[in-house]
């Protein structure tokens, strides 16, 4: 698995236009193409009177799946420009709408070129990326008497707590780097005496 990947920031719009044709840029975050190919139904119902809706999406961490559509403009003049600022910016779990308003005068397949990729890289730029790292899910369960204390300090080190939940004990769901796994498990038996239990779960992404 990757340690870590970036993707855009949020959901969001920027729009160019050229020689009076609109550029309307769509991006939003995608963890599967269901959720890419929805994105897209929304955008297509947002602009129904628009020509093209040309499209392309990287999901997976390792950007594994890679897809584009040209929409009806000439073949490689869209979708691929798209995809491959995409990856140029080694974004993942991605989708861009690129709406286009025809304006009358032909930009030329290089003219075509420039605007979609360009459009694409301008979004990008203005709703800002965040990067997302690869952590090992693990849980801390504890007596009642030490969990405030103890809550307190992990995220006075800087450590992700994601989930505190209370029963006979206190669960305290925490994120760590895979590499800080051994060094963690010192210091909570150090900090707690050796009364806490630590499980390690499964995996997950989470902002840097």
Not at 86 to 107: C, D, H, I, N, P
Not at 121 to 135: I, K, N, Q, S
Not at 163 to 172: L, P, Q
Request: aromatic residues 6%; neutral net charge; hydrophobic residues 40%.
């Amino acid at each position: 698995m990757q340690d870590e990947y970036r993707t855009v920031a949020r959901e969001g719009v920027h729009e160019i236009e050229i020689n009076k044709s609109r550029f309307i840029c769509a991006l939003a975050p995608a963890a599967t193409e269901e959720e890419a190919q929805a994105f897209l139904a929304r955008v297509r119902k947002e602009h129904p009177t628009a020509r093209h809706h040309c499209w392309a999406y990287v999901l997976g961490a390792d950007g594994s799946v890679q897809k584009a559509s040209d929409d009806g403009e000439p073949g490689g003049t869209a979708g691929v420009p798209m995809l491959q600022m995409l990856v140029r910016r080694e974004m993942r779990y991605v989708v861009a709408v690129v709406t286009r308003y025809f304006g009358g005068v032909k930009l030329g397949a290089g003219g075509l070129i420039r605007a979609y990729g360009g459009v694409v890289g301008e979004a990008l730029d203005t709703l800002g990326t965040v990067t997302r790292r690869r952590f090992r899910l693990a849980t801390v369960t504890v007596d009642h008497q030490r969990a405030g204390k103890l809550e307190n300090e992990l995220r006075a080190t800087g450590r992700t707590v994601r989930e505190v939940s209370y029963g006979t004990g206190v669960r305290i769901e925490v994120a760590l780097p895979e590499a800080d796994v051994p060094a963690f498990r010192s210091w909570l038996a150090d900090t707690t005496a050796g009364t806490a239990v630590l499980e390690l779960g499964g995996e997950a992404y989470g902002d840097v």
